[in-house]
């Protein structure tokens, strides 16, 4: 049986497709209609071998290039990437159902943009001079070496771009494990990458369950991970690492707070909401799904809301009319539809929808809880589907309290015309990524990432290159030694 999604093997390593049949199988399907599309394998131990083997072997001599000339091969990368987006985001579509009308704008294309602004910056990646008198030092601004990067299943291209781009420009190599849920994408960037010059080993990519995760992570070669995950999964991780010593990126989870004041222009905030709870199916690490409605416009915003999510278009994800797809996995239903359970026998009131959409996807209705308090489990716990809990405040320093009240701390929001309040509420809310009178926006240029269990480091930006380098000094003494022995 030919499936419509299978790659020629299941890891790219050393600019080729190796497969290792010994390894679990990896079932690839399609969340919309349940189809499988793909059969690959989990990497063996050999499999991480050669795959570690190959990229510390490439990175010597990639950091050996100028940053302008390893900055010209990410750069035509994101050339291809672009040439070839409708092909890439039809496969994007297939690895998580997100549907055509989101993959075509955000996925290959901000891969594309990763590529292009830190091949951009490749060239400028330096030390500083510090004068000392008649004395100096240098400093150098030097690659940590062999890199893993691990990706949760909600943005296959761009997540391999995000880590591959920056770890890349700054000299580095690395071994990327995508999500076993979605394994098909990060091979075409490895694949894209070989085509645009790179050399052989410095982008690999191996397939697996956590177990192969956790290998790379602990092998002694490596200096640096840079995880998007769970916070449960983030935790053990940066363990692993720290017994090595190693350099982290972590990109976790949230819980994260919009808080809309009575004076904001109720469409833009009910957009911004909306993007914060349903782009991606819901499925998105920054969502702001602890709504904060001001008592004055909840009656209006929870009106407008359903009025506008009942025109939503769910259903095939490969027609760029439809808006929301599916759940990624079977599994992922189950859990979100859990919380919609508790939701309910908590007490929060449901709006809107809360139920499984039949046929023979993992759909599930747009879900809208007012009346949530913050002991529910719903206003506790990270769900990472289509559920919003609107709750009601009264005044400023109320809602930051609350919208502080949890240990996760990636992303946050205000709605207001105030243009003092939007500052003051964004300087007090404990988040790494804040958003004023807009949600969930991601350019390239600009740092992302999380503060309290959402994360360490930053992925994008500036930010990206010292996380993806490390200083090396250099003291020179234009004198005598003055030693007193
Ligand atoms: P998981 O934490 O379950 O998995 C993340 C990745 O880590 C997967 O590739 C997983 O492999 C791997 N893994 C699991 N255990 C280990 C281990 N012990 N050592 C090394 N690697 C391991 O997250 P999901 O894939 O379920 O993604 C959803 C989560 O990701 C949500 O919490 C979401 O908020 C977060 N996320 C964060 C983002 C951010 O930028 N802050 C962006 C997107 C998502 P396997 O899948 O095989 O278990």
């Given at each position: 049986?030919?499936?419509?999604?299978?790659?020629?093997?299941?890891?790219?390593?050393?600019?080729?497709?190796?497969?290792?049949?010994?390894?679990?199988?990896?079932?690839?399907?399609?969340?919309?209609t349940?189809?499988?599309?793909?059969?690959?394998?989990?990497?063996t131990?050999?499999?991480?071998?050669?795959?570690?083997?190959?990229?510390?072997?490439?990175?010597?001599?990639?950091?050996?290039?100028?940053?302008?000339?390893?900055?010209?091969?990410?750069?035509?990368?994101?050339?291809?990437?672009?040439?070839?987006?409708?092909?890439?985001?039809?496969?994007?579509?297939?690895?998580?159902?997100?549907?055509?009308?989101?993959?075509?704008?955000?996925?290959?294309?901000?891969?594309?943009?990763?590529?292009?602004?830190?091949?951009?910056?490749?060239g400028?990646?330096?030390?500083?001079?510090?004068?000392?008198?008649?004395?100096?030092?240098?400093?150098?601004?030097?690659?940590?070496?062999?890199?893993?990067?691990?990706?949760?299943?909600?943005?296959?291209?761009?997540?391999?771009?995000?880590?591959?781009?920056?770890?890349?420009?700054?000299?580095?190599?690395?071994?990327?494990?995508?999500?076993?849920?979605?394994?098909?994408?990060?091979?075409k960037?490895?694949?894209?990458?070989?085509?645009?010059?790179?050399?052989?080993?410095i982008?690999?990519?191996?397939?697996?369950y956590?177990?192969?995760?956790?290998?790379?992570?602990?092998?002694?070669?490596?200096?640096?991970?840079?995880?998007?995950?769970?916070?449960?999964?983030?935790?053990?991780?940066?363990?692993?690492?720290?017994?090595?010593?190693?350099?982290?990126?972590?990109?976790?989870?949230?819980?994260?707070?919009l808080?809309?004041?009575?004076?904001?222009?109720?469409?833009?905030?009910?957009?911004?909401?909306m993007?914060?709870?349903?782009?991606?199916?819901?499925?998105?690490?920054?969502?702001?799904?602890?709504?904060?409605?001001?008592?004055?416009?909840?009656?209006?915003?929870?009106?407008?809301?359903?009025?506008?999510?009942?025109?939503?278009?769910?259903?095939?994800?490969?027609?760029?009319?439809?808006?929301?797809?599916?759940?990624?996995s079977?599994?992922?239903?189950?859990?979100?539809?859990?919380?919609?359970q508790?939701?309910?026998?908590?007490?929060?009131?449901?709006?809107?929808?809360?139920?499984?959409?039949?046929?023979d996807?993992?759909?599930?209705?747009?879900?809208?809880?007012?009346?949530?308090?913050?002991e529910?489990?719903?206003?506790?716990?990270?769900?990472?589907?289509?559920?919003?809990?609107?709750?009601?405040?009264?005044?400023?320093?109320?809602?930051?309290?609350?919208?502080?009240?949890?240990?996760?701390?990636?992303?946050?929001?205000?709605?207001?015309?105030?243009?003092?309040?939007?500052?003051?509420?964004?300087?007090?809310?404990?988040?790494?990524?804040?958003?004023?009178?807009?949600?969930?926006?991601?350019?390239?240029?600009?740092?992302?990432?999380?503060?309290?269990?959402?994360?360490?480091?930053?992925?994008?930006?500036k930010?990206?290159?010292?996380?993806?380098?490390?200083?090396?000094?250099?003291?020179?003494?234009?004198?005598?030694?003055?030693s007193?022995?």
């Amino acid at each position: 049986m030919t499936l419509k999604c299978q790659p020629k093997a299941s890891h790219f390593i050393d600019g080729e497709y190796i497969e290792d049949t010994d390894g679990k199988i990896i079932e690839c399907i399609y969340p919309a209609t349940g189809e499988k599309i793909a059969e690959l394998h989990s990497a063996t131990p050999k499999i991480v071998e050669m795959a570690l083997k190959s990229a510390k072997l490439a990175q010597r001599s990639w950091s050996k290039l100028s940053g302008t000339d390893r900055g010209r091969i990410l750069r035509k990368a994101s050339d291809i990437i672009r040439e070839r987006n409708r092909e890439l985001s039809i496969l994007e579509t297939y690895d998580t159902g997100k549907p055509l009308q989101e993959t075509l704008y955000v996925d290959a294309t901000s891969g594309a943009d990763a590529l292009e602004y830190f091949g951009g910056l490749a060239g400028s990646i330096t030390g500083e001079h510090i004068p000392l008198g008649d004395d100096w030092a240098y400093t150098k601004r030097i690659p940590i070496g062999l890199c893993v990067g691990i990706g949760a299943w909600n943005y296959p291209t761009q997540i391999a771009c995000w880590k591959g781009a920056p770890a890349l420009a700054c000299g580095n190599s690395m071994v990327f494990k995508p999500s076993e849920m979605t394994p098909l994408c990060a091979l075409k960037v490895a694949e894209i990458l070989l085509e645009a010059g790179a050399p052989k080993g410095i982008f690999n990519v191996i397939q697996g369950y956590g177990d192969v995760g956790a290998a790379l992570v602990s092998d002694n070669r490596v200096g640096k991970v840079s995880l998007t995950g769970s916070a449960e999964t983030g935790k053990k991780v940066y363990a692993s690492a720290a017994s090595g010593m190693k350099h982290v990126t972590m990109e976790l989870g949230g819980k994260s707070p919009l808080i809309i004041f009575d004076d904001a222009d109720v469409e833009n905030a009910i957009g911004g909401a909306m993007l914060a709870n349903m782009y991606s199916t819901g499925q998105v690490c920054s969502n702001g799904t602890r709504v904060f409605v001001q008592s004055g416009i909840k009656e209006v915003f929870l009106k407008r809301f359903a009025e506008r999510v009942a025109k939503i278009k769910i259903g095939d994800p490969m027609d760029e009319k439809t808006q929301f797809g599916p759940m990624v996995s079977e599994k992922q239903r189950s859990i979100v539809m859990d919380y919609i359970q508790k939701g309910k026998a908590e007490g929060a009131k449901l709006i809107c929808g809360g139920n499984i959409i039949d046929g023979d996807g993992w759909f599930i209705e747009p879900t809208v809880f007012s009346e949530v308090t913050d002991e529910m489990t719903i206003a506790k716990e990270e769900i990472f589907g289509p559920v919003m809990s609107v709750f009601e405040f009264e005044d400023e320093h109320e809602v930051i309290t609350r919208a502080n009240n949890t240990d996760l701390g990636l992303a946050g929001g205000v709605f207001t015309k105030d243009i003092q309040r939007a500052h003051r509420v964004v300087d007090e809310l404990e988040a790494g990524t804040c958003f004023i009178n807009s949600y969930n926006d991601a350019p390239v240029e600009v740092p992302f990432g999380g503060v309290k269990d959402s994360g360490v480091g930053r992925e994008n930006s500036k930010a990206a290159i010292e996380h993806f380098s490390q200083l090396k000094t250099v003291y020179v003494r234009m004198g005598n030694v003055d030693s007193p022995y």
